[in-house]
């Protein structure tokens, strides 16, 4: 049957070429915004990965890192009275106008405040440049922010020190590091909590406040306990989270509560439908030409189940003979957004196998619809 199905296929070579590339198009519409959808959700909690703690302390009413609210620190420091705790640390956050000396135009940049003495985060860079942070106005810069910043990596290490103005306030680049952009900001900023409070972030709140409280366990192990714990001793006006439910916090923000999650799946359907509506007009076109050597099959005995089964096998190699070239294309387009906006896309075995399912169900759909052509086909009529 798989002989008959190919040899239906490429006796009309340019219909063949036309349907697989009808599902590679489909493809890569459903890769792009499963990559687009990934990017958002995998920017949005990159900092939050790379916390150095095992316990975060939040406001009850933040939702994301746009949208956070602060607490007393008085709460981080009662932490310490536990006998799990090793270390708190607090963390500041903002986002701020940031204009470059060597950039184009202002950029939204975030903005992480923290003290220096303290190791808060696990990024290459910072613990190698955060005692640098003990000057005023000095900063470190994230090497994977937007292009439009203008070239400061290389200037730094040519051995000049560009400056930035964030929020009207001067500072200078004292070192960089890796972390990347997300869809709230073009860029990101890691300096002192003095540095972060002279940037004019002390007019947003009231002495004492902080945005997350970072607490550190003597063992990893007690975790559940720990949180447990705290929960328990600390006052209503703290969250208490564990590292990976502070990451999960924020994508389902961005995946409920906003629109954006909605649209990619959109997005994912259009790419579905477009690739069935180009597979069915293929196979429909294919089965009203061989109408009468279908009928001919079925004077000899053979079945609809058969007959269908031979334009779902057709349906199979245009899903793979489409799928190939849509993911190679697919990759092109990552590589090419990743390299453009900074964004985190890449290709993945789970997304990858998603993606080649999600096509042969659409093009079997397809063939279901186009076969129904031979179930009302009488063979006499087409004699």
Same mark, same amino acid.
């Given at each position: 049957?798989?002989?008959?199905?190919?040899?239906?296929?490429?006796?009309?070579?340019?219909?063949?070429?036309?349907?697989?590339?009808?599902?590679?198009?489909?493809?890569?519409?459903?890769?792009?915004?499963?990559?687009?959808?990934?990017?958002?959700?995998?920017?949005?909690?990159?900092?939050?990965?790379?916390?150095?703690?095992?316990?975060?302390?939040?406001?009850?009413?933040?939702?994301?890192?746009?949208?956070?609210?602060?607490?007393?620190?008085?709460?981080?420091?009662?932490?310490?009275?536990?006998?799990?705790?090793?270390?708190?640390?607090?963390?500041?956050?903002?986002?701020?106008?940031?204009?470059?000396?060597?950039?184009?135009?202002?950029?939204?940049?975030?903005?992480?405040?923290?003290?220096?003495?303290?190791?808060?985060?696990?990024?290459?860079?910072?613990?190698?440049?955060?005692?640098?942070?003990?000057?005023?106005?000095?900063?470190?810069?994230?090497?994977?922010?937007?292009?439009?910043?203008?070239?400061?990596?290389?200037?730094?290490?040519?051995?000049?020190?560009?400056?930035?103005?964030?929020?009207?306030?001067?500072?200078?680049?004292?070192?960089?590091?890796?972390?990347?952009?997300?869809?709230?900001?073009?860029?990101?900023?890691?300096?002192?909590?003095?540095?972060?409070?002279?940037?004019?972030?002390?007019?947003?709140?009231?002495? !004492?406040? /902080?945005?997350?409280?970072? =607490?550190?366990?003597?063992?990893?192990? #007690?975790?559940?306990?720990?949180? +447990?714990? $705290? %929960?328990?001793?600390?006052?209503?006006?703290?969250?208490?989270?564990?590292?990976?439910?502070?990451?999960?916090?924020?994508?389902?923000?961005?995946?409920?509560?906003?629109?954006?999650?909605?649209?990619?799946?959109?997005?994912?359907?259009?790419?579905?439908?477009? !690739?069935? /509506?180009?597979?069915?007009? =293929?196979?429909?076109?294919?089965?009203? #030409?061989?109408?009468?050597?279908? +009928?001919? $099959? %079925?004077?000899?005995?053979?079945?609809?189940?058969?007959?269908?089964?031979?334009?779902?096998?057709?349906?199979?190699?245009?899903?793979?003979?489409?799928?190939?070239?849509?993911?190679?294309?697919?990759?092109?387009?990552?590589?090419?957004?990743?390299?453009?906006? !900074?964004?985190?896309?890449?290709?993945?075995?789970?997304?990858?196998?998603?993606?080649?399912?999600?096509?042969?169900?659409?093009?079997?759909?397809?063939?279901?619809?186009?076969?129904?052509?031979?179930?009302?086909?009488?063979?006499?009529?087409?004699?």
């Amino acid at each position: 049957m798989s002989s008959l199905a190919w040899q239906l296929l490429k006796r009309e070579k340019l219909r063949f070429f036309i349907g697989a590339m009808g599902v590679a198009f489909g493809v890569v519409l459903m890769f792009m915004q499963f990559g687009f959808q990934s990017a958002l959700f995998d920017s949005a909690a990159l900092m939050q990965s790379t916390l150095n703690g095992d316990i975060v302390l939040i406001n009850p009413n933040t939702t994301s890192l746009v949208n956070i609210w602060h607490f007393t620190e008085r709460r981080l420091y009662q932490a310490l009275a536990s006998k799990y705790v090793l270390s708190v640390s607090p963390l500041y956050v903002g986002y701020a106008a940031c204009t470059s000396e060597y950039g184009e135009g202002t950029r939204r940049t975030f903005v992480l405040g923290f003290k220096p003495e303290q190791c808060v985060f696990r990024i290459n860079g910072v613990e190698e440049n955060r005692y640098k942070l003990h000057a005023d106005d000095e900063v470190l810069f994230d090497e994977l922010s937007r292009k439009e910043f203008g070239p400061l990596s290389e200037r730094l290490r040519s051995g000049a020190q560009p400056t930035l103005k964030v929020s009207h306030h001067n500072v200078k680049i004292a070192g960089t590091f890796k972390l990347g952009t997300s869809f709230g900001a073009d860029g990101n900023i890691i300096t002192s909590d003095s540095t972060f409070f002279r940037m004019g972030f002390q007019k947003e709140r009231e002495p !004492g406040l /902080i945005d997350i409280g970072l =607490i550190r366990l003597k063992s990893s192990s #007690d975790l559940a306990v720990a949180q +447990a714990e $705290l %929960k328990k001793v600390l006052a209503s006006d703290v969250l208490v989270l564990t590292r990976a439910e502070f990451i999960n916090l924020e994508k389902n923000y961005w995946r409920q509560t906003t629109a954006i999650g909605f649209i990619f799946s959109i997005g994912v359907v259009l790419g579905l439908v477009v !690739g069935a /509506i180009i597979v069915y007009q =293929i196979l429909y076109s294919d089965v009203n #030409d061989h109408l009468a050597e279908y +009928a001919t $099959l %079925k004077a000899m005995g053979y079945s609809d189940t058969f007959l269908t089964d031979v334009v779902l096998q057709e349906a199979i190699i245009l899903s793979s003979a489409g799928f190939l070239p849509g993911l190679a294309i697919s990759g092109f387009l990552y590589a090419l957004t990743r390299d453009v906006t !900074g964004l985190p896309m890449s290709l993945n075995l789970q997304s990858e196998l998603f993606v080649a399912a999600l096509s042969i169900v659409m093009c079997c759909c397809s063939a279901m619809l186009a076969a129904s052509r031979l179930r009302t086909a009488d063979p006499v009529e087409c004699f």
